[in-house]
């Protein structure tokens, strides 16, 4: 089985930085894909910036050029840098997975951390 671990959320104020981390655990897997979420009070989820196996990375236009994502394949880990936040990036922020194991290729969530930038 293979999970995901947001943290780095938090508060801050407008204009400010936070880094998230979204590590993977488990037993004999390759991590693909990996995209960054998101969840507004009374909204739907949607995608921030996602990266590929590769390096490769596209991201919303509404973060494109404050945040950057980046892997760190060695720790199984993704991160995304957010900065000059603003109060509508409030919301909770989630990671998704594309993973092979041994036996299948699984889409695995975390559980999601909350930030919130107050203006």
């Known amino acids: 089985q293979v999970q995901l671990v947001e943290s780095g959320g938090g508060l801050v104020q407008a204009g400010g930085s936070l880094r998230l981390s979204c590590a993977a655990s488990?037993?004999?897997?390759?991590?693909?894909?990996v995209g960054w979420y998101r969840q507004a009070p009374g909204k739907q989820r949607e995608l921030v910036a996602a990266?590929?196996?590769?390096?490769?990375?596209n991201y919303a236009g509404s973060v494109k050029g404050r945040f950057t994502i980046s892997r760190d394949n060695a720790k199984n880990t993704v991160y995304l840098q957010m900065n000059s936040l603003k109060p509508e990036d409030t919301a909770v922020y989630y990671c998704?997975?594309?993973?092979?194991?041994?036996?299948?290729?699984?889409?695995?969530w975390g559980q999601g951390t909350l930030v919130t930038v107050s203006s």
């Open positions: 488990g037993s004999s897997f390759r991590l693909n894909a």
């Open positions: 998704n997975a594309s993973v092979v194991t041994r036996h299948q290729d699984l889409e695995v």
């Open positions: 990266i590929t196996s590769g390096g490769s990375t």
